[in-house]
């Protein structure tokens, strides 16, 4: 499965006070691409809520002007469950900015958990090697 893109120019209104890219900005950005990875996949948004972010790691500062790129791709199918990894380039810069992990469940129209019955290609590389191990250390 390939990463989804969101591509975003940093500009005035989303700078903290410290002039860098404010991590809520960030945070409304990194769900979005996730949950809309997770969508394409199930095909069913109507059905599909997060759970838990689990992590939004803030590597390095984003400064107005910088395009950045928000990629994400389900990296684990439960039975009722997606992990969805996430990671933020500059440009064509291979440094990750910003990374982490969102989960969502798949649900009924009464709320109730149901399978989803995705199956995920093996991982074959060792970044998604790394990515599923550790999506399966956050699963509950
Ligand atoms: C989604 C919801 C129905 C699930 O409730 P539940 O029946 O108690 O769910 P469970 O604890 O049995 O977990 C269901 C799945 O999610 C996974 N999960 C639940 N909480 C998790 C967590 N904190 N971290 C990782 N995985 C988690 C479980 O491992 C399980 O995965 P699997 O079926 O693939 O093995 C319920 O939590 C809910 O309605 N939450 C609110 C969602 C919401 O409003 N989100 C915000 C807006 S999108």
Redo the contacts with the bound molecule.
Sequence with gaps: MNYYNIYKLIKSEDLNHHGTLFAGRMAEWFVESC?ISAANEYKHPEN?????I?ELNFNTPVRKGDIINIQSKICL???????VYGKVLRGDEDTILVDGYL???C?DEN???M??NIVLDEPNSNESLKIVAKAKS???
Excluded: D, M, R, Y
């Excluded at 599909?48 to 838990?52: A, N, T, Y």
């Excluded at 199918?77 to 992990?83: C, D, W």
């Design positions: 949950f599909l809520v997060c759970v838990k689990h199918a439960g039975k009722t469950s997606l992990t989960t969502f469940v649900i709320g109730n958990k399978n989803h956050l699963k509950k």
